[in-house]
T-cell receptor, first 111, second 112 residues
Framework: NAGVTQTPKFQVLKTGQSMTLQCAQD?????MYWYRQDPGMGLRLIYY???????DKGEVPNGYNVSRLNKREFSLRLESAAPSQTSVYFC??????????FGEGSRLTVL | AQTVTQSQPEMSVQEAETVTLSCTYD???????LFWYKQPPSRQMILVIR??????QNATENRFSVNFQKAAKSFSLKISDSQLGDTAMYFC?????????FGAGTRLTVKP
């Protein structure tokens, strides 16, 4: 079972460049999430989508945009990347209170 | 907003011994879920154990168990018979619908 798949796994950008992180889940979950992980800070919620067609800001939304394309797919876009956005990004999905199911993470470096 | 605090940035334990990781949280919600996740060097986030706040009975999964004290807002993880494969970052997490918040993590090292 694929579960949650996110691409790319690694990316290096220059300051000011844009990129989109793609995420897809095959578990028929309604809710999807984007987190970033930085050393000593755990995972912080960027955006989430409770259902197809809805998105909401999390703790650290500035500099990011999201699109819930359909029930399966939830993308994260950096319009003008900054060095402060260097991080590991995780996509996750959930249904009810069973917890989050995570992708493998994407390491983004902004030079 | 909910906050989750893990006061032990690093811990170590000898193989086969028992270790307890601490977690406290702050919320005004009455219905929520609590989780422990493990993150080995592979970076994958792995669900270890789950606790429903309305259940008084502490959750157990094989060698992993929790001590859930709702009034004290405490949720510790006990790992019995520690194994080398338990070496990882451990994150405590609080969840209400469509919102999960994580602590900063505890790095656990199991020594042979």
């Amino acid at each position: 079972n694929a579960g949650v798949t996110q691409t790319p796994k690694f990316q290096v950008l220059k300051t000011g460049q844009s990129m989109t992180l793609q995420c897809a889940q095959d578990m028929n979950h309604n809710s999807m999430y984007w987190y970033r992980q930085d050393p000593g800070m755990g995972l912080r919620l960027i955006y989430y989508s409770a259902s197809e067609g809805t998105t909401d800001k999390g703790e650290v939304p500035n500099g990011y945009n999201v699109s819930r394309l359909n029930k399966r797919e939830f993308s994260l876009r950096l319009e003008s990347a900054a060095p402060s956005q260097t991080s590991v990004y995780f996509c996750a999905s959930s249904e009810g209170g069973r917890g989050l199911f995570f992708g493998e993470g994407s390491r983004l470096t902004v030079l | 907003a909910q906050t989750v605090t893990q006061s032990q940035p690093e811990m170590s334990v000898q193989e086969a011994e028992t270790v307890t990781l601490s977690c406290t949280y702050d919320t005004s919600e009455s219905n929520y879920y609590l989780f422990w996740y493990k993150q080995p060097p592979s970076r994958q986030m792995i669900l270890v154990i789950r606790q429903e706040a309305y259940k008084q009975q502490n959750a157990t999964e094989n060698r992993f168990s929790v001590n859930f004290q709702k009034a004290a807002k405490s949720f510790s993880l006990k790992i019995s018979d520690s194994q080398l494969g338990d070496t990882a970052m451990y994150f405590c997490a609080f969840m209400k619908p469509n919102d999960m918040r994580f602590g900063a993590g505890t790095r656990l090292t199991v020594k042979p």
